[in-house]
């Protein structure tokens, strides 16, 4: 019996020490996890956030259509790039979409950055989008690297409309423009 009991001991002993090493590797884990957090963390803190970057159609100078690429949030977004999956163009067929920094990126925008660019005038952009069936918007994808390292990328499939319908009540100035359509 004493042997059975010396076994069992050892087995007991082992079984021991397995456990402890799991339990120590488990928190080594947990620690480097929760240091990497707090890495990014500190370091989205001191570059003012996460970057966010939006590209919207703008109707601020009426009659005129804007796209607008802007940065809407905390911290430098650097090399933002963009993919669209059609021409962005005007009426007369010259494509926005192969302005520079749509085609090659933006090495760097910075928090409440905007770069705009002149689309079209209204009454003519509006037909023409209509008859290149762009009624369902331009989908795309995007991608930015954040200020500490790590890279960030979105992909736009069923984008809202790229122009929604917008019903504006009668203005003197713009007699003909009785609904126009703006981004989201």
Same mark, same amino acid.
């Given at each position: $019996?004493?042997?059975?009991?010396?076994?069992?001991?050892?087995?007991?002993?082992?079984?021991?020490?397995?456990?402890?090493?799991?339990?120590?590797?488990?928190?080594?884990? $947990?620690?480097?996890?929760?240091?990497?957090?707090?890495?990014? $963390?500190?370091?989205?803190?001191?570059?003012?956030?996460?970057?966010?970057?939006? %590209?919207?159609?703008?109707?601020? +100078?009426?009659?005129?259509?804007? =796209?607008?690429?802007?940065?809407?949030?905390?911290?430098?977004?650097?090399?933002?790039?963009?993919?669209?999956?059609?021409?962005?163009?005007?009426?007369?067929?010259?494509?926005?979409?192969?302005?520079?920094? =749509?085609?090659? @990126?933006?090495?760097?925008?910075?928090? @409440?950055? /905007?770069? /705009?660019?002149?689309?079209?005038?209204?009454?003519?952009?509006?037909?023409?989008?209509?008859?290149?069936?762009? +009624?369902?918007?331009? @989908?795309?994808?995007?991608?930015?690297?954040?200020?500490?390292? /790590?890279?960030?990328?979105?992909?736009?499939?069923?984008?809202?409309?790229?122009?929604?319908? %917008?019903?504006? /009540?009668?203005?003197?100035?713009?007699?003909? %423009?009785?609904?126009?359509?703006?981004?989201?």
């Amino acid at each position: $019996m004493s042997v059975d009991v010396s076994i069992a001991q050892i087995v007991t002993a082992i079984t021991t020490v397995f456990y402890a090493a799991v339990f120590a590797i488990g928190y080594y884990l $947990m620690i480097k996890g929760n240091r990497q957090v707090l890495r990014e $963390m500190r370091e989205e803190r001191l570059s003012g956030g996460s970057p966010q970057v939006i %590209v919207e159609t703008s109707l601020l +100078n009426l009659p005129m259509v804007e =796209l607008v690429v802007r940065h809407v949030s905390g911290g430098a977004a650097k090399d933002i790039s963009f993919e669209i999956s059609s021409p962005i163009e005007d009426s007369s067929g010259y494509a926005i979409s192969d302005l520079r920094y =749509l085609r090659e @990126g933006i090495p760097l925008l910075g928090s @409440g950055e /905007r770069i /705009r660019c002149l689309w079209d005038h209204v009454d003519r952009l509006m037909p023409y989008l209509r008859e290149k069936g762009l +009624n369902e918007g331009i @989908g795309g994808e995007g991608e930015l690297q954040r200020p500490y390292g /790590r890279s960030l990328h979105d992909r736009v499939e069923d984008q809202p409309p790229a122009v929604r319908r %917008v019903a504006l /009540r009668r203005n003197p100035a713009f007699p003909r %423009v009785t609904d126009c359509y703006t981004g989201e």
